[in-house]
């Protein structure tokens, strides 16, 4: 207990301070600091609970109570992750829903819990599993739980594929790096299911040293999350919910005309020829759109549908080839590869190596080289 106490109060004080900096941090990205600083302090109320029996004279409606915050943590998960991936993203009167497991949970309880003296409630506990009660609320959470991971997920993919569709900067990488977040808050997850599984067993030491582990690696995912957002706030951005996915617009009754498609890929490769608008880093459909007169609609079916090329990788293959010809210009043999990137509209090194190798099957520098071999 000594060794669980001491771990206890380093995750409960690494959880409150990093609370406390998003709700007091100044930011454009309010909600989802709310939300997640929110979902801090119901994990830190969870993680109490060694530290709450010391100070307990016994069972008591508190302490039933904040085990059944729990319930709340996933539905504020999903919703912090929904104001990540959508800018328009607020709360509503219909996410009173996500309270439904919390509040049933609560009144499965009140009849042989809630309501009833100290005595039966002594008697509850310690004839716990065998109480439907109990057993009904540690099988509905576990479902919560695994739900809102497969819906995070669902989500996770969707928002990926509407960027690769519709932008052409490096936000990309948020998802990815939300994607990662969501899997290791899963494997955490899965070692307290694991956990609760021992703790209704006869092998409560094992419930016990799982438990520190838990609590061990929450810390880790925590500091994770706090470097992240102190060394890298570019990643914390959103898109448009409004943006519908190529597979729904095609099935969309409104079909578009081959000439049209043919009339609108000329005016596309003339603007991104003469105009170079793929040297802007936050280059979106949108901008393109606008500038030459194409309907979002009809401009997204033409690159991701009919050129089979997501939006990302088709103005990617044009700063490729911008940055090769700048590579083979022997009087710019002197210009780094960073200053090309940043010349040729990308703005991080990782995805403009990985749009490069893609392109040509090497990397920018060893390109250079076998260049610079043949002219030897």
């Known amino acids: 207990m ?6 206890t109060v380093i995750s409960l004080f690494i959880s409150f301070f990093l609370a406390f900096f998003l709700l007091t941090v100044k930011t454009k990205h309010k909600i989802s600091n709310y939300l997640f600083a929110f979902y801090l302090f119901l994990t830190a109320i969870d993680c109490s609970e060694p530290l709450f029996s010391l100070v307990s004279n016994g069972p008591s409606n508190f302490g039933i109570f904040r085990g059944t915050l729990a319930f709340l943590q996933m539905p504020i998960f999903y919703l912090y992750v929904m104001s990540v991936c959508y800018s328009d993203f607020k709360l509503k009167i219909k996410h009173v829903l996500h309270l439904l497991p919390f509040l049933i949970a609560n009144i499965a309880l009140f009849p042989h819990f809630y309501s009833v003296d100290l005595a039966s409630k002594i008697e509850f506990v310690i004839h716990r599993k065998e109480m ?6 540690h099988i509905l959470i576990n479902i919560q ?7 995070v997920f669902f989500v996770l993919r969707k928002v990926k594929k509407l960027y690769l569709e519709n932008y052409a900067g490096a936000d990309i990488l948020s998802y990815q790096w939300l994607f990662q977040f969501t899997v290791v808050l899963s494997l955490l997850y899965s070692v ?14 094992i419930s016990e040293w799982m438990k520190i582990f838990g609590l061990v690696f929450q810390m880790f995912i925590v500091c994770w999350y706090l470097y992240k957002v102190l060394n890298h706030p570019e990643l914390f951005r959103n898109i448009d ?12 009754e409104k079909t578009i005309e081959a000439e049209t498609l043919n009339e609108d890929l ?13 040297l802007n880093p936050a280059l979106t459909i949108q901008d393109i759109s606008r500038e030459i007169g194409v309907p979002v609609r009809e401009l997204s079916v033409l690159i991701n549908h009919q050129l089979r090329q997501h939006f990302y990788d088709f103005v990617n293959t044009y700063r490729i080839e911008n940055a090769m010809e700048i590579l083979k210009d022997s009087s710019k043999s002197k210009v780094t590869v960073l200053e090309i990137l ?3 509209g990308f703005n991080s090194k990782s995805s403009f190596n990985t749009a490069f190798k893609k392109h040509t099957g090497n990397t920018p ?10 002219h030897l």
Do not use: C
């Open 192 to 205: 307290a299911i694991v956990k609760n599984i021992f703790k209704f067993s006869d092998y409560t030491g």
């Open 145 to 151: 739980l695994i739900a809102y991971l497969i819906v």
């Open 241 to 252: 919910s409004k943006l519908k996915l190529v597979s729904d617009l095609v099935l969309e």
């Open 365 to 374: 520098s060893n390109y250079r080289k076998s260049l610079q071999n043949n």
């Open 266 to 278: 000329l005016k596309l490769k003339k603007y991104m020829a003469d105009e170079k608008p793929f």
């Open 132 to 137: 439907v009660e109990f057993q009904f609320n």
């Open 342 to 344: 940043y010349e040729v």
């Open 2 to 7: 000594n060794l669980l106490g001491f771990v």
